[in-house]
């Protein structure tokens, strides 16, 4: 298993609650991934990041934000949540060049009720 | 539409026994990769092929990429009933694109 990691790993919270799914790797890599995955559907990516301060959004629109101030680092923030936003993310990284095999975390399966 | 799309959505078969996925694709990529899922956990990098490649072996693994038909295959050898889980082909389209783009998978189930 990759060393990438992400808490917490399940989340059963109310509407309106702000949340941060976090997500941190110590393999040194620059690039890192969310990703949004319903049950038995595909991956759709949702944030990426080159670096530190770099992050720009994905091809899934998503009102989740996020932020890359360490390296290692790449938490992911809803500040309302609500029932469309149940599914599961989650956060992979990569290196910089090609071809670009990524690491994924165990993932966060969030329920807003 | 998605990049990739696996075929069979779902598939059962007895251990000891060859287990093939396939992927298809519409547009030109850089390489592809597939990926192995468990139920309820991150996905785990399996075997990356370049498009200058047609063929690559890992352990039990084997995969063709055809680019002339857009399409690739994932074959797993003797199958065991830890092979249980969902298949995942991710496209890399290069240039400068980000991320991977994944199809849906297939779902294998290993009888014992």
């Known amino acids: 298993e990759a060393d990438i990691y992400q808490t917490p790993r399940y989340l059963v919270i109310g509407t309106g609650k702000k949340i941060t799914l976090e997500c941190s790797q110590t393999?040194?890599?620059?690039?890192m991934y969310w990703y949004q995955q319903d049950p038995g559907m595909e991956l759709h990516l949702i944030h990426y990041?080159?670096?530190?301060?770099?992050?720009e959004k994905g091809d899934l629109s998503s009102e989740s934000t996020v932020s890359r101030i360490r390296t290692e680092h790449f938490p992911l923030t809803l500040e309302s949540a609500r029932p469309s936003h149940t599914s599961q993310y989650l956060c992979?990284?990569?290196?910089?060049?090609?071809?670009?095999?990524?690491?994924f975390g165990p993932g966060t399966r969030l329920t807003v009720t | 539409s998605q990049q990739g799309e696996e075929d069979p959505q779902a598939l059962s078969i007895q251990e000891g026994e060859n287990a093939t996925m396939n992927c298809s694709y519409k547009t030109s990529i850089n390489n592809l990769q597939w990926y192995r899922q468990n139920s309820g956990r991150g996905l785990v990098h399996l075997i990356l092929?370049?498009?200058?490649?047609r063929e690559k072996h890992s352990g039990r693994l084997r995969v063709t990429l055809d680019t002339s038909k857009k399409s690739s295959s994932l074959l797993i050898t003797a199958s065991r009933a830890a092979d249980t889980a969902s298949y995942f082909c991710?496209?890399?389209?290069?240039?400068?694109?980000?991320?991977?783009?994944f199809g849906k998978g297939t779902h294998l189930i290993i009888q014992p």
């Open positions: 992979a990284s990569s290196d910089l060049g090609r071809p670009r095999e990524q690491y």
């Open positions: 393999m040194g890599h620059d690039k």
């Open positions: 990041s080159y670096g530190v301060n770099s992050t």
């Open positions: 092929i370049r498009s200058n490649e």
């Open positions: 991710a496209t890399d389209v290069g240039g400068g694109a980000d991320g991977l783009t």
